[in-house]
């Protein structure tokens, strides 16, 4: 791993020393998602899993002992995250985002922080086992995650898809009773059972989600300087200290070097 430049020194030229000089990292994030990054009323901020990496970054940029103010965490929907990186609303995205070939031409990708599984949530009452037993139901996801193109394919046709701007959105409909179940990564299930604990998550993994920190893609030297950061916090453990703390359970193993995990790898 080449060895990271000191903070506040940081190399001619790169972008990093293009987010120096502006003084402040810019970082789109959730708010609404449990445990990764949401809104914390108590503090008036933004707090989670993924704010702790970005702030990793930030301080890899300007010093341990950086200010608040040098790192600006803007609140996104899925739908904005490759369309702010392109217009430089942003530098950099912490926003669950799943590295696959479709993203991969927009954005560029770091190494593998987190894997996440993509699961159904449904009532406690239901008696469903799985998204084949929901023929004829509606189920909601995020109109452009990668739960959406699992329900488009042809094995669940008899699934009706109900696509959704907000993650949180699908909550409120599984709620109501306009859907009868919500495929997304299990990361995001875990907030809304604990949300609405009459909920529950079916054991099938339709996928693996394996999340990477997103930025321009012209931006190759920012993606090898995050991924150092994210090498270094992985070996030290503190990515997993992290995780554990804000989910309380343990973390699904990453590779420290940036493997991107086999999707026969799902349980």
Not at 237 to 261: D, T
């Amino acid at each position: 791993m080449r060895p990271l430049p000191d903070p506040q020194h940081m190399p001619k030229g790169s972008y990093m020393a293009t987010v120096a000089k502006q003084g402040y990292l810019v970082v789109g994030v959730d708010q609404n998602t449990a445990g990764l990054a949401s809104y914390d009323p108590a503090h008036k901020q933004i707090v989670g899993f993924e704010v702790d990496i970005a702030r990793w970054v930030a301080q890899a940029i300007f010093g341990p002992g950086m200010r608040p103010k040098q790192l600006k965490l803007l609140a996104i929907v899925t739908a904005q995250r490759s369309s702010f990186l392109t217009s430089g609303k942003v530098d950099l995205v912490a926003d669950a985002y799943t590295v696959n070939c479709e993203h991969k031409k927009t954005v560029r990708f770091s190494q593998v922080y987190l894997l996440a599984h993509q699961r159904l949530l449904v009532r406690s009452d239901s008696t469903a086992k799985g998204l084949k037993d929901l023929a004829d139901r509606r189920v909601c996801a995020t109109a452009t995650g990668t739960a959406m193109a699992t329900l488009n394919q042809p094995e669940y046709h008899a699934v009706v898809p109900v696509p959704v701007v907000a993650r949180t959105d699908c909550l409120v409909a599984l709620e109501t009773g306009d859907v009868e179940g919500i495929l997304t990564d299990d990361t995001f299930l875990y907030g809304f059972q604990k949300d609405d604990p009459r909920t529950k998550i079916l054991s099938p993994a339709y996928s693996n989600e394996p999340y990477g920190l997103a930025t321009n893609l012209g931006h190759r030297e920012f993606v090898q300087f995050v991924n150092g950061v994210l090498k270094s916090h992985c070996k030290s453990g503190e990515l997993q200290r992290s995780y554990e703390h804000w989910f309380h359970s343990p973390m699904a193993p990453v590779s420290c070097e940036g493997a991107v995990p086999s999707p026969s790898a799902a349980p």
